[in-house]
């Protein structure tokens, strides 16, 4: 059966650093690309980050660029977006979501549960 | 403000039609497909229509996709109050603005 788990979510401080992990089990990790998504408090869905099945394709939204951080581990079914000079804007909840395709795609078939990420002083 | 534009808000009563639009431009709808997403509340959003038109296994055929040039719509037919949810339009851009670009959602009501 195939699962999405996120974790790493918290309360942290403006500027500071923030690390989430997504573990994926049930399908080929190594063929799908793979995308960070969120969504603050009341608000509607955010691209964040995408990674493509290779890890060598990673592609960021304009408000995170810079900032945050992609990568994927192939061996150990794991992705993480580590999170840097974090704002208060970024509180939001944050889903995993597989992509359809290798490369990147709109296409994304699974999502996990979200974790929820709470920037304040 | 979403590159996407959805109307805030639709509804209607059990067995209706209901329609939702989702415009853009040609750097994203118009030259890409359109990915429709379900999402309940306090739950994680679902793949509900791929391909502008595809139905995922499992989505009823109640639910339908379509795409003329820059616009594309959802429709829900024979609405049931399982249907009350918020739904997003979602397109790959090829522009500045991408590369993913999200419509801001549409809360169905069904009254």
């Known amino acids: 059966q195939l699962q999405v788990v996120e974790s790493g979510g918290g309360v942290v401080q403006p500027g500071r650093s923030l690390r989430l992990s997504c573990v994926v089990s049930g399908f080929t990790f190594t063929y799908y690309g793979m995308h960070w998504v969120r969504q603050a408090p009341g608000k509607g869905l955010e691209w964040v980050a995408l990674?493509?099945?290779?890890?060598?394709?990673?592609n960021y939204a304009a408000s995170v660029k810079g900032r945050f951080a992609i990568s994927r581990d192939n061996y150990n079914n794991s992705v993480s977006l580590q999170m840097n000079s974090l704002r208060p804007e970024d509180t939001a909840v944050y889903y995993c979501a597989k992509d359809r395709y290798g490369s990147g795609s709109a296409d994304w078939d699974f999502w996990g549960q979200g974790t929820l990420v709470t920037v304040s002083s | 403000q979403s590159v996407l534009t959805q109307p805030p808000s639709a509804s209607g009563t059990p067995g209706q039609r209901v329609t939702i639009s989702c415009s853009g431009s040609?750097?994203?709808?118009?030259?890409?497909?359109v990915y429709w997403y379900q999402q309940v509340p306090g739950m994680a959003p679902k793949l509900l229509m791929e391909r502008n038109d595809q139905r995922p296994s499992g989505v009823p055929d109640r639910f339908s996709g379509s795409k003329s040039g820059t616009s594309a719509s959802l429709a829900i037919s024979g609405l049931r109050s399982e249907d009350e949810a918020d739904y997003y339009c979602a397109s790959w851009d090829d522009s500045v603005s991408g590369p993913v670009v999200f419509g801001g959602g549409t809360k169905v009501t069904v009254l």
């Open positions: 990674i493509s099945h290779d890890g060598i394709t990673t």
């Open positions: 040609n750097s994203n709808i118009g030259n890409n497909y």
